[in-house]
């Protein structure tokens, strides 16, 4: 004669289900919480900055030109911009700080820069540069 499975072993309790239910519920909850608070923060930085455009002034300094929003809580905000040189060193940095709309930022490099690279901004409570 052949047992099932309930037969041979006992059946589960009666509140497994319902309990396991409301935990997987509650992670779920939690979880898209976090990840909308996660996309919000993303994508409202409070400075972002923007390179428009850079010349090359002669072999000792480079002027870039970068458009930053500020938030209106934005506080101590600052911007990075390196000059790098054919072979992809820095050869110069300036860090400032910006006012929102367009910035010109002079840097002055060790020998003849080729291009700038805008690191970007942040501001306290954003730790990522944009």
Known sequence: MEQTLSDRYAPPPAWRRPVTIGACVVVAVVFLTWLAWAAFVQATPKV?????GF????G??????????LDS???????????????????GEQTFTPASGNNNV???????ATTVNLIGCTADGQNEAR
């Open 48 to 52: 972002s900055s923007q390179l428009n």
């Open 55 to 58: 010349d090359i002034v002669d």
């Open 60 to 69: 000792q300094r480079v002027h870039a030109q970068i458009a930053v929003r």
């Open 73 to 91: 809580n934005a506080v101590h905000p600052r911007c990075t911009v390196q000059a790098l040189a054919s072979d992809h060193t820095v050869v």
């Open 106 to 112: 002079t840097v002055r490099t060790d020998r003849r």
